[in-house]
């Protein structure tokens, strides 16, 4: 079973300054020059893919953060990458 899942845009620039990132906020709350990058800071500069989102909201959903198994379909999903 392949899922048919848009691939992600990553030339999307995201502004992630002002959002309490690390890599782009701790610069000039510490009094540094903003513009001198952390790269320190292994961070993501693009959105996570939305059918990714979409699972995270499903689970969120059912308000059960315990330890689970995988089932059939992330096993034939893994299988057929």
């Given amino acids: ?3 048919n899942v848009k691939c992600n845009n ?3 620039v995201i502004n992630r300054r002002g959002t ?10 510490n009094n540094r020059n903003e513009f001198i990058t952390p790269l320190w800071i ?3 500069d693009f ?3 939305h059918v990714v989102s979409l699972s995270l909201i499903e689970s969120a959903k059912k308000s059960i953060f315990g330890y689970t198994n995988t089932d059939i379909k992330y096993d034939l999903g ?4």
């Fill in 20 to 29: 309490n990132s690390v890599k782009y906020d701790f610069m000039p709350r």
């Fill in 42 to 44: 292994a961070d993501m």
């Fill in 78 to 81: 893994i299988a057929h990458q």
């Fill in 47 to 49: 959105k996570i893919p």
């Fill in 10 to 12: 990553f030339d999307e």
């Fill in 1 to 3: 079973m392949m899922l």
